[in-house]
């Protein structure tokens, strides 16, 4: 075999997605700066683009929103009503762009702030301040589309309408949106943690692109399955299953991709591949995101070869083997739970160097609580008790305090907070507390007796710490990623775009389970952020 002369790389548990994504969050901007930089650099490059200013009298604040109106008038005189500004427009500067004859053009310097100096055009009574510095240093987006209109972002994420009803029969939030296997550190999806049985629920074929194959398979021998493959530029690739205890190995020049399968004779093995992912993984680990999503990356199989002797069943072809993952997810939750009821994470995290630290062995009260929004599902679709134990069991650290090695945060000493990274001092991070509220409330509604109690005792607790605190991660023009610069002493950590609708997206989600006026009220202001829109100045 080739392994011995392969490189071998590090290994993530790959088919756990609930775990992947504590710590693979970080990359998902990678995609949409690098893209908007590219857009930028050909904007940049082909002509010079400008962005309309206009100074305003010192006092007004043009930027309003709606909670802006809203609020009792503080110092009783300023009226802004008739800068006949419309709730929730941006304000009105988009004067035509069109330059007047070139007299009228010339090159000025912008002081900025007494620091730097910037060349300029004035043009009439205007001034021009170029997009190349306006982009960083405002921190915003933008880019000429096909009709020559340059389309101005505030913001570079989106927000994905929340799930009608919430619960543990639906989708996880707008989870459907994510392929987290893409992630550049997601190393490999392994080979060796499927399962055996997934009840039997029937896939229905949807697509003649079939890019995924899955099996039951039983050595009595070593054995192996090669897969054949066509690339989309014609090139063939071989992908091999084989017995190993090592994750993932290449042979480069030869074309081969190994995946171990672990040493698993006389038994029963299911395996369920995205082919797509496989490749991907083994020898176009560099590639960007989006050419992954162009579908002709893995154009087809040509051939399914099996070396060995055994029995074989429920040989696949097949548009995706996502339920048949899920399930994957779920078996190795329940066998790798250890008897804290955690999944311990065993990698270093340094959420501030030398001040926010976890040795390897931490447990993360969001995988907890992602783990029991897969668990959950796993038990509705199943009712197999087995997957709600698991998820009960994960209940107990949350009742730990982090110096114990439990998840459990006190702010103030006195509101319980779920902590996304137990760190000591406290972190407090938002987005992970409300991943663990949604695995808590998803255990509410499934488990019974003392599990539900429990359930019900942890979840509510942690809301009302949530609604108490929630504000503070309010900087009146985006959000706060967590609360270090109180924790800590540490300079505020300012959500980017990407967290900023990752919160809002959780509040819209939590607004289906929790009519509480304080998350519509937050939700619609934090919505505004996205526009340019900010809290009202004294
Ligand atoms: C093949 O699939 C059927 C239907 O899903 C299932 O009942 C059966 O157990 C599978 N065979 C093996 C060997 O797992
Ligand atoms: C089966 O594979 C293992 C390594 O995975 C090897 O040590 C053993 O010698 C092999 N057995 C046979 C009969 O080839």
């Given at each position: 075999?080739r392994?011995?002369?392969?490189?071998n790389?590090?290994?993530?548990?790959?088919?756990?997605s609930?775990?992947l994504?504590?710590?693979?969050w970080?990359?998902?901007?990678v995609?949409?700066?690098s893209?908007n930089?590219a857009?930028?650099?050909?904007v940049k490059?082909?002509?010079?683009?400008?962005?309309h200013?206009?100074?305003?009298?010192r006092?007004?604040?043009?930027?309003?929103?709606?909670?802006a109106e809203?609020?009792?008038?503080?110092?009783?005189?300023?009226d802004e009503t008739?800068t006949?500004e419309?709730?929730?427009?941006?304000?009105?500067i988009?004067?035509?762009?069109k330059?007047?004859?070139?007299s009228d053009?010339?090159?000025?310097?912008?002081?900025?702030?007494?620091?730097?100096?910037?060349?300029?055009?004035?043009?009439?009574?205007?001034v021009?301040?170029?997009?190349?510095?306006?982009?960083?240093?405002?921190?915003?987006?933008?880019?000429?589309d096909?009709d020559?209109?340059f389309?101005?972002?505030?913001?570079n994420?989106?927000?994905h309408?929340?799930?009608?009803?919430?619960g543990?029969?639906s989708?996880?939030?707008?989870?459907?949106?994510?392929t987290?296997e893409?992630?550049?550190r997601?190393?490999?999806?392994?080979?060796?943690e499927?399962?055996?049985?997934?009840?039997g629920?029937a896939?229905?074929v949807?697509?003649?692109t079939?890019?995924?194959f899955?099996?039951?398979?039983?050595?009595?021998t070593?054995?192996?399955?090669?897969?054949?493959?066509?690339?989309?530029n014609?090139e063939k690739?071989?992908?091999?299953?084989?017995?190993?205890?090592?994750h993932?190995?290449?042979?480069l020049?030869?074309?081969?991709?190994?995946?171990?399968?672990?040493?698993?004779?006389?038994?029963w093995?299911?395996?369920?591949?995205?082919l797509?992912?496989?490749?991907?993984?083994?020898?176009l680990?560099?590639?960007?995101?989006?050419?992954?999503k162009?579908?002709?990356?893995f154009?087809?199989?040509?051939?399914?070869?099996?070396?060995?002797?055994?029995?074989?069943?429920?040989l696949?072809?097949?548009?995706?083997?996502?339920?048949?993952?899920f399930?994957?997810?779920?078996?190795w939750?329940v066998k790798?739970?250890?008897?804290?009821g955690?999944?311990?994470?065993?990698?270093?995290?340094?959420?501030?160097?030398?001040v926010?630290?976890?040795?390897?062995?931490?447990?993360?009260?969001?995988?907890?609580?992602?783990?029991m929004s897969?668990?959950?599902?796993?038990?509705?679709?199943?009712k197999?008790r087995t997957?709600?134990?698991?998820?009960?069991r994960?209940?107990?650290?949350?009742e730990?305090?982090?110096?114990?090695?439990?998840?459990?945060a006190?702010?103030?000493?006195?509101?319980?907070?779920y902590?996304?990274?137990?760190?000591?001092?406290s972190?407090?991070?938002?987005?992970?507390?409300i991943?663990?509220?949604?695995?808590?409330?998803?255990l509410?509604?499934?488990?019974?007796?003392q599990?539900k109690?429990?359930a019900e005792?942890i979840?509510?607790?942690?809301?009302?710490?949530?609604k108490?605190?929630?504000?503070?991660?309010?900087?009146?023009?985006?959000?706060?990623?967590?609360?270090r610069?109180?924790?800590?002493?540490?300079?505020?950590?300012?959500?980017?775009?990407?967290?900023?609708?990752?919160?809002?997206?959780?509040?819209?989600?939590?607004?289906?389970?929790?009519?509480?006026?304080?998350?519509?009220?937050?939700a619609?202001?934090w919505?505004g952020?996205?526009?340019g829109?900010?809290?009202?100045?004294?």
């Amino acid at each position: 075999m080739r392994f011995s002369r392969a490189l071998n790389l590090v290994m993530m548990v790959g088919l756990v997605s609930c775990l992947l994504t504590i710590c693979l969050w970080s990359t998902c901007t990678v995609k949409s700066s690098s893209l908007n930089d590219a857009r930028v650099e050909m904007v940049k490059r082909d002509e010079p683009s400008f962005v309309h200013t206009e100074y305003h009298n010192r006092g007004t604040n043009s930027l309003r929103n709606t909670e802006a109106e809203e609020e009792e008038e503080e110092e009783g005189g300023e009226d802004e009503t008739d800068t006949a500004e419309e709730d929730g427009e941006a304000p009105a500067i988009g004067k035509s762009l069109k330059f007047s004859p070139q007299s009228d053009v010339s090159d000025i310097d912008c002081n900025i702030n007494g620091e730097t100096t910037v060349q300029c055009k004035k043009v009439k009574d205007e001034v021009y301040l170029p997009w190349s510095f306006v982009k960083p240093y405002f921190e915003v987006f933008g880019e000429m589309d096909k009709d020559d209109t340059f389309n101005f972002h505030h913001a570079n994420s989106l927000v994905h309408p929340p799930q009608p009803t919430y619960g543990p029969g639906s989708m996880f939030m707008a989870f459907d949106h994510y392929t987290v296997e893409t992630r550049d550190r997601v190393k490999c999806v392994t080979a060796s943690e499927d399962s055996l049985q997934t009840k039997g629920i029937a896939l229905p074929v949807t697509e003649k692109t079939l890019k995924c194959f899955k099996v039951d398979i039983k050595f009595s021998t070593n054995g192996s399955i090669s897969i054949l493959g066509e690339l989309s530029n014609g090139e063939k690739v071989k992908i091999h299953f084989v017995f190993s205890r090592e994750h993932i190995a290449l042979d480069l020049k030869g074309g081969n991709i190994y995946y171990g399968m672990g040493e698993r004779r006389n038994e029963w093995i299911h395996l369920a591949r995205q082919l797509i992912f496989d490749v991907m993984k083994g020898f176009l680990q560099k590639i960007k995101m989006e050419r992954v999503k162009d579908p002709l990356w893995f154009k087809r199989i040509l051939e399914v070869r099996v070396h060995g002797h055994g029995w074989l069943d429920n040989l696949t072809l097949t548009s995706d083997v996502h339920l048949d993952q899920f399930f994957d997810s779920a078996n190795w939750l329940v066998k790798h739970q250890d008897d804290r009821g955690g999944w311990p994470i065993m990698v270093t995290r340094r959420l501030v160097t030398g001040v926010m630290e976890l040795a390897p062995g931490w447990y993360s009260a969001m995988g907890q609580g992602q783990a029991m929004s897969v668990l959950a599902r796993a038990y509705t679709l199943t009712k197999d008790r087995t997957y709600l134990d698991a998820a009960v069991r994960g209940l107990k650290l949350f009742e730990v305090d982090s110096a114990q090695g439990g998840v459990r945060a006190r702010f103030m000493g006195k509101l319980d907070w779920y902590e996304e990274y137990p760190t000591i001092p406290s972190s407090f991070v938002l987005n992970g507390f409300i991943f663990s509220l949604l695995g808590l409330y998803d255990l509410t509604l499934v488990a019974d007796g003392q599990g539900k109690e429990a359930a019900e005792r942890i979840y509510n607790s942690g809301m009302t710490s949530l609604k108490t605190n929630i504000g503070m991660y309010d900087t009146g023009q985006g959000t706060l990623y967590d609360l270090r610069h109180v924790s800590a002493g540490l300079p505020p950590n300012r959500a980017r775009w990407d967290y900023h609708t990752t919160h809002i997206n959780q509040l819209l989600q939590l607004m289906v389970i929790d009519d509480s006026e304080i998350f519509k009220t937050i939700a619609h202001r934090w919505i505004g952020y996205l526009k340019g829109h900010r809290s009202r100045h004294n």
